[in-house]
């Protein structure tokens, strides 16, 4: 085994064999458990490289290590003096520039990392990293349309449709809502189990008053999308305020507006209920129901809803909280007693209710990719506090 080899094991050793390796097309990422290890490997090959300034690779893993720190201009600097050495090997310079894209990438200087990419592409590096990489290029910079194209290219469906339905989102908020709707339908052609096409789709109809339309897309986004993710729907659509109303008489006056609010969340939850009850019970399909019976304020229905879910998984904490919640207010409470109680379920629904089933981080709202360690769709809902 070389020197150089001896050096590479002992880098890869020290970011542990984890997904985010120095070396792979996903790159570290600051927030992972190998950023940790980073100031010590820098160190180790920091020493090593000063013995040997031609060791190419050494160098470009060195960089990367600056890159995972966060010291970009340094990272930029190691790239720059490699790509100046004369009778550097064109597939080395190649490497160099794709690397030095990827700072440019981390660093937020879009026009360069381009240039480099591009730079990179024509000295023969990796066509398929490099689409991998301007499509995270195009992400970060909200083009997403490009970045849809790229994941095309690459056949990776659950990114390709989650762009699209970014970018649909855009359109929509510039009043273009009829190309917002076709993008979307497009998005679940081109993967079904696509959970944010059919949240937006849902939202859209709920939005525009079309109860009809949502209570269709909602049975079969709860069809498409993987039993794990289906809460998803509910979430999204549990988010979308009651509207204001338009326009007419009594614009802006509390009782027309409290009117129609309470219409919304009358047909919300009709609709709601409606595709829940077509399914096989559920927990988490159950819970949901449950909160939109308690949003139109039937709090009868409500309980027996949450008992429902009880009978289902004893320890589910959330409908254990809303029951405890729905009860307290049925008991005759001392004023003291009440205020104690109040104070912990307040406490208690702040709990991130949201995990990430890969890596386990714990979010307050939901996602669609892990800020962590950037599964897809990976979003779980918590089921018991010691997850
Ligand atoms: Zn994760």
Known sequence: MTLLDRLKAGAR??????RADILSPMGPD?????????????????RVVRNDPDAVEIYLALGNLYRLRGDIERAVQIR???IVRPGLDPQFKARALFELGRDYRRGGVMDRALAAFDEARA??????????ELALLHADSGAFQEAAAQYARLGFRPAQAHYMVRHAEDLD??????????LLAKAVKVYPGAV?????RLVMAARTGEWRRAGKLLREGLERVPASIRFLLLEGLLELEAPAPRNGNGNGVNGTNGADSADFEKKRCATVLAAIEAQEPDLLLQYYGALFLLRCGNREEAGNWLAKAMVLRPDFWAARLELLSLSMEQQHLSPVFRSQLEYFIEHARKVKRFVCGSCGLR????????????SWHSA???MSLQD
Request: charged share 30%.
């Open 380 to 382: 779980t809902f918590r």
């Open 30 to 46: 600051a927030e992972s458990p190998g950023a940790r290890d980073a100031l010590s490997a820098i160190q180790e090959l920091s």
């Open 80 to 82: 720059s003096s490699l």
């Open 173 to 182: 908020r510039c009043g273009r809502p009829d190309e917002a709707r076709a």
């Open 13 to 18: 050793t020290l970011l542990g064999n984890r």
């Open 363 to 374: 979010r307050e709202h939901t996602f669609c990719v892990c800020p962590r360690c950037r």
């Open 123 to 132: 000295l023969g590096a990796d066509p398929e990293q490099i689409t991998f």
């Open 196 to 200: 944010e096409a059919w949240r937006a």
